[in-house]
């Protein structure tokens, strides 16, 4: 290999002009779901520039003496009109505990100023319910007099449908008959069977009790530096309807996060991607601070990497990618320190690698089939059901098959990929190839000034050269021989060349590569035209 020309300055990092987005700090109601449950429980998500936040709901102690931390039991003065003031879903035929699921506005429930929605019975007048069904505890709260103590404790874990009065009926229904479902709610705002029929006193918290209140509180901070994002169920194609998730970079998750919407599904995710994508520039700033000029991380953060199976059945594993000097990186996990660039699973040569979109989804769900692979034919299996999908051929017909959440994010390695191979073809200025022709030992040389040349390896002699203009075609055997169409400026008539490389891959990379930088120095207009990622995406 020899070295020609100036080397070029390090181009700043920078996100791609057409993809310019602000950082994100949002706040919103969602669901966690639990896959093994399959409930669905309320949380709220605060997002910042580097922490993703969980908050779930708590009953906490305001003022007052807080004797109980989990508990609270609470006397309830049944009213002649709106009784207890509360309806209940839930029972243990159900596997859910019952729960208040209404209270309704200043009715005794309400007055009391201790109990909340979410809040699961554990005792009515001292009777333990946490193992009773749905129509032994309304059976109780209906017989139990005019005044009835209950002990509750707020459930934090509560599934999204007990608290939600889904189907359930308005104040003025009556369940005083007929059977009461675990799922409805069940009014315990009428009289109830009452043994005393003049009026009671409403009920209100007195003066040195503790008082409550309902509260969103922590429990879960995801760093966003090197976290990753997956929508689809581990190791399938299976995408999450109007879910994902989020886990750090020590394997911490915030579990599934559920949405109401595809559109706040599709906000959230591209705001947190933002913000990690932010994060991950940070990094590369302070990494490339230890490089030098021609050694610096042009871009770098997760994909997803299908795995074939002996099996033959598609599985995918996370993998961390970056573009850094004049190597492409395959990781396992990302690189912290110095040390971590050469323990890399995978390392090979921006000249020798060739990156191609497979497939991205548009606004009317069709499929873009984009060839972008010059000259060398190689089919993929394309039945997997991801968008965004990207391939990287590398030497000995072997490639790496990977897919990535957003299409931002496939168009941003898209022209990342063109950068680093562009700079790194600059850098290098030309690569030498050992080769044979009819048991002759031969170098064939890709210079981005001269062209191609071809010389003897013991004498040095010149064979033939050629501009990189005067190549009309090539075809090739899949193994190892090429065939290379010349043509002559003063005949015009077209010479063939044949050649035979050992990794003849890597070669055809190299001149695709030499190629299309030549043309990017000509006209930097031309390559852009070609993009297809960054040219669909946004049509979404």
Not at 286 to 307: F, T, Y
Not at 512 to 532: C, E, G, N, R, T
Request: hydrophobic share 35%; aromatic share 10%.
């Amino acid at each position: 290999m020899s070295v020609a020309g100036k080397q070029p300055p390090p181009a700043p990092l920078e996100r791609p002009g057409s993809l310019l987005v602000p950082t994100w700090t949002k706040t919103s109601i969602a669901l966690l779901y639990d896959e093994v449950s399959e409930n669905a429980y309320d949380i709220r998500l605060k997002l910042t520039k580097e922490v993703l936040t969980i908050q779930k709901q708590d009953v906490v102690c305001v003022s007052g003496s807080d004797h109980s931390a989990n508990h609270r039991t609470v006397t309830l003065r049944r009213q002649p009109v709106g009784g207890l003031g509360l309806s209940i879903k839930g029972g243990a035929e159900h596997k859910v505990p019952v729960v208040i699921s209404k209270i309704f506005k200043d009715q005794a429930a309400d007055q009391t100023g201790m109990l909340f929605i979410g809040d699961a019975i554990i005792q009515v007048n001292g009777i333990n319910v946490e193992s009773a069904t749905h129509e032994e505890v309304v059976h109780l709260l209906r017989n139990a007099g005019d005044e009835v103590t209950i002990t509750v404790q707020y459930l934090r874990e509560a599934p999204s449908f007990l608290k939600l009065p889904l189907g359930s009926p308005g104040p003025s229904s009556d369940h005083s008959s007929g059977a009461s479902s675990p799922l409805f709610d069940s009014g315990l705002h009428l009289n109830g069977n009452s043994t005393n029929t003049a009026p009671s006193s409403p009920s209100s918290p007195i003066a040195n009790e503790p008082k409550y209140e309902k509260r969103w509180l922590d429990t879960l901070s995801v760093p966003l530096s090197m976290a990753r994002i997956s929508r689809y169920k581990a190791g399938t194609d299976k995408l999450r309807s109007n879910a994902f998730e989020v886990l750090a970079l020590d394997g911490v998750s915030t579990g599934i996060l559920q949405f109401y919407t595809a559109q706040e599904s599709a906000d959230w995710l591209r705001a947190i991607s933002t913000n990690i994508s932010d994060l991950t520039l940070q990094n590369m700033k302070m990494a490339n601070k230890c490089c030098s000029p021609s050694d610096q991380v042009i871009h770098m953060g997760w994909v997803n990497e299908r795995l074939d199976g002996t099996d033959s059945s598609q599985l995918y594993k996370f993998k961390f990618l970056a573009l850094k000097g004049s190597s492409f990186y395959i990781f396992s996990t990302p690189p912290v320190s110095t040390l971590d660039w050469v323990r890399a699973e995978k390392i090979y040569n921006l000249c020798e690698v060739l990156f191609k979109i497979h497939k991205l989804w548009l606004a009317d769900d069709c499929w873009l089939q984009a060839n972008l692979y010059l000259g060398i034919h190689q089919d993929f299996d394309l039945e997997d059901q991801r968008p965004y999908c990207f391939s990287v051929m590398v030497g000995h017909g072997k490639s790496h098959y990977f897919n990535v959440e957003l299409g931002s994010e496939l168009a941003v390695w898209e022209k990342s990929f063109q950068r680093a191979i562009f700079l790194e073809v600059q850098r290098t200025g030309s690569k030498t190839y050992m080769c044979s022709w009819q048991g002759d030992t031969l170098c064939f040389t890709v210079d981005f000034a001269l062209g191609f040349t071809c010389f003897d390896s013991k004498t040095k002699n010149v064979l033939w050269r050629f501009k990189f203009s005067q190549l009309k075609g090539s075809s090739d055997d899949g193994k190892t021989r090429v065939k290379l169409l010349f043509q002559n400026l003063d005949t015009k008539q077209i010479e063939t060349k044949e050649l035979e490389f050992q990794d003849l891959t890597a070669v055809l990379h190299c001149i695709h590569s030499f190629i299309a930088a030549k043309v990017a120095s000509v006209d930097p207009v031309f390559i852009d035209s070609q993009s297809i990622a960054r040219k669909y995406m946004y049509s979404n």
